[in-house]
């Protein structure tokens, strides 16, 4: 019997589950597309995992996501510029709910109210808990990686200051609470590192505004574009897998030549996720076969001419 995998269709309408669904049917494995609306329910009855395309920021809001984890290492081991072939770095976006339903998000509404003199402790307390969350997913995947510390991006002369100083005491209480150290570094020098010294980063967690948009586009850059990067955007009662766009949300569409790498190793995540490890190394081992091959490469990558399709049924061949 095949198992299911649930496919959020995000406000971006994607076409991707077609493309997906052409290699996952190889290992076994249907989608079955569901609305951002049904998403989470969706999730939960799947053991909390879901594949998504097309996700908006408002899209991640309805879904409750606190943080969205990019992956450099899966995509960049298989990237044809060997420049980055070695990155192996982690970010892990915050994403500040916004219960007001105000169209200034609190992370901006704590710096540009407080000369006001409007009382800001209930979004205070709203980015400092969400904060939490994101730091746990951060010390939780550097001792997964066997790592001791994190980084954390602080944009340098940000006219941010409340939420800059507001996420990182959040960032400490639970780096201490867990026994990992944190390491401050501006934006610059973490989008520097990122590029020259991708070794040295290990987990960078990045509070909820532009500069971190920013170097999420530094991040899908160093996997290989947009395309091959992979995306878990983590919500409290399920995991949604994908591919990132330069802001670390979803592409907000899918063409026949989108390179569909990143997703589909977003559904080898998924998979392994749901405790099919078997199916998930075979998803991921024929993605990188049709990559060493050389032929029917995505258009965007160096040699590449193939559509997603035609990509998508190279990796279905090999598995």
Not at 9 to 22: E, F, P, W
Not at 39 to 62: F, H, I, M, R, Y
Not at 195 to 207: D, E, I, N, R
Not at 228 to 242: I, N, P, Q, Y
Request: with cysteine; net charge neutral; hydrophobic share 45%.
């Amino acid at each position: 019997m095949a198992k299911v995998l649930p496919f959020v269709v995000g406000s971006g309408k994607t076409a991707a589950a077609d493309v997906v669904g052409k290699v996952l049917s190889a290992v076994g494995v249907s989608l079955k597309q569901v609305t951002v609306d049904g998403a989470v329910e969706a999730a939960k009855g799947n053991g909390g995992v879901a594949l998504a395309g097309g996700l908006t920021k408002c899209d991640l809001k309805t879904l409750g996501a606190h943080s969205s984890v990019i992956e450099t290492a899966p995509s960049a081991s298989i990237n044809p510029d060997a420049t980055y072939s070695d990155a192996a770095f982690t970010v892990v976006r915050s994403r500040i709910s916004n219960p007001t339903g105000s169209v200034i998000p609190p992370s901006e509404r704590l710096d540009k109210f407080a000369k006001l003199g409007i009382n800001l402790e209930s979004e205070k307390a709203t980015v400092t808990a969400d904060a939490k969350q994101t730091a746990a997913v951060a010390c939780d995947l550097a001792q997964e990686k066997g790592q001791t510390k994190i980084v954390v991006l602080q944009k340098q002369q940000s006219a941010f200051k409340a939420i800059n100083d507001t996420f990182l005491a959040a960032v400490k209480e639970v780096a201490t609470e867990r026994g990992v150290s944190i390491e401050i570094q501006t934006s610059q020098e973490v989008a520097n590192n990122a590029v020259m010294f991708s070794k040295t980063l290990g987990v960078v967690v990045t509070p909820d505004y532009e500069a971190s948009d920013v170097f999420c586009g530094v991040a899908t850059g160093v996997s290989g574009g947009v395309g091959m990067a992979t995306v878990a955007h983590s919500a409290a009662d399920a995991t949604f897998f994908g591919a990132p766009n330069q802001c670390g949300s979803s592409p907000a569409g899918f063409s026949p030549h989108t390179n569909p790498t990143g997703l589909l190793l977003g559904a080898a995540a998924a998979l392994n996720k749901m405790g099919m490890a078997a199916e998930s190394s075979k998803v991921s081992a024929a993605i990188q076969k049709t990559y060493a091959s050389g032929k029917s490469l995505p258009s965007d990558v160096k040699g590449g001419s193939a559509d997603a399709a035609a990509f998508a049924a190279a990796v279905a061949s090999v598995i």
